[in-house]
């Protein structure tokens, strides 16, 4: 399971910052990636990055948000979280955390939080 | 990055009749272990998309069998033998060979 967290508006030119808590499974786990999907009308579905552990942390940044975003894991907490700077209201969407079990295999998704970027 | 297409983008069908979704990928999506990674995606009404199909034609836990997939290299198909009711919402083809991962546009399924 995972249950997202975090503001549903975010001001122009600010941090959106979201939380996924992971249960059932391992934020370090050798066998699951853990990703940022978000959804829009104008965009629909656009993979953001991912983070994962193989006796290391990797991370992979769509090139479209890779100089504004952050995936940070927390295995203290069994948890990872989106970090995206400087938004505007293209930003506006809704972010999904995804596990990916195989190479694209989004087998447990979030319930998706709608962020909403406007003064 | 990889375009997929679906068509058509939108399906209004008579419960017990067959849908059929096309997905055509720009590059081929055949990896060097023999695996092709092109996935479908339901999104039903006010929910979080879910996993159909995997690898083309591998039913994910829990699909019934009336939903099945072919397709080899740069194009995809999704069949649904006899639509049922609890179908309706937006299809989507995924590609997973190669970052960033990519999403078609989806097909809405309606029930007339």
């Known amino acids: 399971q995972l249950q997202q967290s975090g503001p549903g508006l975010v001001k122009p030119s600010q941090t959106l910052s979201l939380t996924c808590a992971i249960s059932?499974?391992?934020?370090?786990?050798?066998?699951?990636?853990w990703n940022w999907i978000r959804q829009s009308p104008s965009r629909g579905l656009e993979w953001l990055g991912r983070?994962?552990?193989?006796?290391?942390?990797?991370?992979d940044y769509a090139v479209s948000v890779k100089s504004r975003i952050i995936i940070n894991p927390d295995a203290s907490k069994n948890q990872f979280s989106l970090q995206l700077n400087s938004v505007t209201p293209e930003d506006t969407a809704v972010y999904y955390c995804?596990?990916?079990?195989?190479?694209?295999?989004?087998?447990?998704w979030g319930q998706g939080t709608l962020v909403t970027v406007s003064s | 990055e990889i375009v997929m297409t679906q068509s058509p983008l939108s399906l209004s069908v008579t419960p017990g009749q067959p849908a059929s979704i096309s997905c055509k990928s720009s590059?081929?999506?055949?990896?060097?272990?023999?695996?092709?990674?092109l996935y479908w995606y339901l999104q039903k009404p006010g929910q979080s998309p879910q996993v159909l199909m995997y690898?083309?034609?591998r039913r994910f836990s829990g699909v019934p069998d009336r939903f099945s997939g072919s397709g080899s290299g740069t194009d995809f198909t999704l069949k649904i033998s006899r639509v049922e009711a609890e179908d309706v919402g937006v299809y989507y083809c995924?590609?997973?060979?190669?970052?960033?991962?990519?999403f078609g546009q989806g097909t809405k399924l309606e029930i007339k």
């Open positions: 995804v596990r990916d079990s195989n190479w694209g295999l989004f087998d447990n």
């Open positions: 059932g499974d391992s934020v370090s786990s050798n066998s699951a990636d």
């Open positions: 983070t994962y552990y193989r006796s290391k942390w990797f991370y």
């Open positions: 590059q081929s999506l055949l990896q060097g272990d023999g695996k092709t990674y």
């Open positions: 690898e083309v034609f």
């Open positions: 995924m590609q997973g060979i190669e970052l960033p991962y990519t």
